[in-house]
């Protein structure tokens, strides 16, 4: 499986940002995926997750409210819409899939990874 982030950029704080994750699969809906992000210096972590069928998503308690993770099986792509961003947000965002419909928040629990898109956030 490979996927590919995109729509990451340059917002002021408050803005918003949709992120895509594109999968080059056929059995995309047998996936759950999980955004995770990287700033410099810091650990990697769970941003937001979903399950193969959509029905079931996970957000890290900071972005809850604010972040909203969706999919589109027709299309093997899942969305993280973010909004009100913040500056302490900036990072690299990625998304990682895993076989089955459970949603992890720790990254090793993912077998595939995309390259990562840059997010930056200006005060």
């Known amino acids: 499986v490979q996927l590919q982030a995109s729509g990451g950029g340059l917002v002021q704080a408050g803005g918003s940002l949709r992120l895509s994750c594109a999968a080059s699969?056929?059995?995309?809906?047998?996936?759950?995926i999980g955004w995770f992000r990287q700033a410099p210096g810091k650990e990697r972590e769970f941003v937001a997750g979903i399950g193969g069928s959509g029905s079931t998503s996970s957000y890290a308690g900071s972005v809850q409210g604010r972040f909203t993770v969706s999919r589109d099986n027709a299309k093997n792509t899942v969305y993280l819409q973010m909004n009100s961003l913040k500056p302490e947000e900036a990072a690299v965002y990625s998304c990682?899939?895993?076989?089955?419909?459970?949603?992890?928040?720790?990254?090793?629990?993912?077998?595939?990874w995309g390259q990562g898109t840059q997010v930056t956030v200006s005060s």
């Open positions: 990682a899939a895993r076989f089955g419909s459970s949603i992890d928040i720790m990254p090793g629990a993912y077998t595939y």
């Open positions: 699969t056929s059995t995309f809906s047998r996936y759950a």
